[in-house]
């Protein structure tokens, strides 16, 4: 079985294990008490801090650690927003940080606060000139994830902390995809990152606040991780955590450079194995072991069923494998095509053998689902023969990417220059038609409301 869903969670790092267990016999006393057990797991702590401090590039006393990244995520956001309260309750964010940068700012905006949410082209990009007219007298606080965690573009992290520090306002940056990688430059005000993002343990986050910025803690609190985090942590855990950060980032630079061939691999041969396919995401900024890519007429959830039983297991943006049945707001934002979604994420140590075995499978892999759904084989429509003008198709009731294969089977009976209208009430039309309509040489018109769902109009170009 090959694991390629590593932007979701690396496995336990060799050098985490040790560190695990060996701290499983000398860190398992509370550092805050002073006889000599207490010591010992004291000077372990001290030494993961130091050690996971240096990797993120600030002060032993400026990181605490937290039991997750998205606690780590949650206390900076609602540390410095009440810190700052006085200033306003302004929060400024991109539209595609993670879920959990969404939560708490929506928790944000229902007690009372505001909410810009910044827009970002069809790479997944943010503008820093956007950011910086985004900030007003009364922000607050500004959100910007360093690299994106679905398609692996990287995020102008140095410019927005620029802007920011000459606005006055902090810059909290979620580096949980590329802390891995290398420290994020520019002078930003706090940093999050997850251990198990890095080959560390689950269940360890860590929080960055640097000098100077002001922050006001949660909650009850206690003497512990200098008053933000309470309780009493773990620390075997946070040492192996520590250690495979530290370990890592040795292996960084050679990994990075092994990783970016063989995802430029992916990127050139899946374009042109698989037809209508879009690889997203910048081809350049990006995290060196990420791609995606989706596939249309292709029900997301079914392909990675088949992968899963070639033997690969890789992650979706897509909304038929979602609980919530809408598209990722990442490929929403970036206004790309959802449907038949793959996010292919290469630990480190995976074998070129496993990535061009991969290739090998998915070309078939995409055309017996594609099959399962009934699409069409042809590329494009054929002359129409007869005119229908006002053509409707009704796709009321069914999920992406049927309304799109509904659509794509009778594009050819409407004349060229007509219109046809799609009926549809799955949220990921609103994406997946003008997609379809950009990637095959077709106008999408526009969407108007319907007595159910909208309905979606096309015009026939070719």
Known sequence: M????????????????????????????????????????????????????EAVGCRPDELVFTPSGTQAVH??????????????????????????????????????????????????RADAGDLAAALRPDTALTVLQSANHEVGTEQP????????????????VDAAQSLPWGPVGGAWSLLTGSAHKWGGPPGVGLLAVRKGTRFAPQG???????GRVPGFGNLPAVVAAAASLRAVRAEAAAEAVRL??????????????????EVVGDPVRRLPHLVTFS???????????????????????????SSTLTPSHVLRAMGVLSEGN?????????????????????????????????APAAARPEAAPSPAAGHVVDA?????????IELAKVIGDVPVGATLTVLADDEAARLDIPAWCGMRGQEYVGERAAERGAAYVVRRLV
Request: charged share 25%; aromatic share 4%; with cysteine.
């Open 2 to 53: 090959s694991y390629f869903d590593a932007a979701s969670a690396v496995p336990l790092h060799p050098v985490a294990r040790e560190a695990l267990l060996a701290s499983l016999d000398e860190g398992w006393a509370d550092p805050a008490r002073p006889y000599r057990e207490g010591r010992r797991a004291r000077l372990l702590l001290d030494a993961a801090r130091e050690a996971a401090a």
């Open 75 to 124: 206390s900076a956001m609602s540390g410095t927003l009440a810190a700052r309260r006085r200033v306003g309750r302004h929060l400024v964010h991109s539209a595609v940080e993670h879920s959990s940068v969404l939560h708490a700012a929506a928790v944000h905006e229902a007690a009372g606060g505001s909410v810009s949410e910044v827009g970002v082209d069809r790479t997944g």
């Open 157 to 172: 992290v140095e410019e927005a902390a620029a802007a920011c520090r000459e606005a006055g306002v902090p810059l909290l």
């Open 220 to 226: 009850p609190q206690d003497e512990r991780e200098s």
């Open 260 to 277: 970016r061939e063989l995802v430029d691999r992916i990127r050139a041969r899946v374009a042109g194995a698989v037809p209508d396919t």
């Open 295 to 321: 596939c249309l007429y292709v029900d997301g959830e079914t392909l990675l069923h088949a992968l899963d039983r070639a033997g690969f297991s890789v992650s979706s943006g897509s909304s038929c494998t």
């Open 342 to 374: 793959v996010r292919v994420s290469l630990p480190p140590g995976t074998a070129e053998a496993d990535v061009e075995r991969f290739l090998d499978v998915l070309p078939e892999a995409v055309r017996s689902v594609r099959e399962q759904l009934g």
């Open 396 to 404: 009321l009731g069914k999920r992406c990417p049927v309304p799109v």
